[in-house]
């Protein structure tokens, strides 16, 4: 169990595709307890490999602080309706954009003990999951942000 770095955007691993997991080796469960106490320390939604530097198809995402959710190797397999809000990510501190996504996702995974599961959601939980999944393909929200880049800060002001 430890905290890991968070990569930045810039860092060029954020880029990259990451690979399919074919096994959970202990190497493996240590990366998943380490990126969850990554995300509660850095009090996120949720957190993608590729983020903690490591290129494997692996997210945490937690949209309560008591509903942890590991996905390995995640596909959405359907997807419809539209929300626009806010968005930020532990790779772009202090930032947030506003991004369209579906409204709700329904997706395929693997869990720690490589049993399939399926996991739907909408709102909160459907944008998590297209997120972090976009990260597992090298991509970034800010490629999609309506608009500029605003300052965290500034928002709360408003
Ligand atoms: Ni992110």
Known sequence: MAIRKIREMGD??????CKEVTEVTPR??????????????????GL?????????????IDTTGE??????????IEKSGEQTGYEGCLS???????????????AIAYDENMEPFEIEGTELMARAIQHELDHLDGHLYVEKVDGPLQDVEDLEED
């Open 28 to 45: 493996i469960q240590e990366l998943i307890d380490d990126m969850f106490d990554t995300l509660y320390e850095a009090n996120g939604v």
């Open 48 to 60: 993608a490999a590729p983020q903690v530097g490591i290129l494997k198809r692996i997210v945490v």
């Open 92 to 106: 772009v501190p202090g930032k947030t954009g506003n991004v369209t996504r579906a409204n709700y996702v329904k």
């Open 12 to 17: 060029p691993v954020l880029g990259k595709v």
């Open 67 to 76: 509903d942890p959710i590991l996905m390995i190797n995640p596909k959405i």
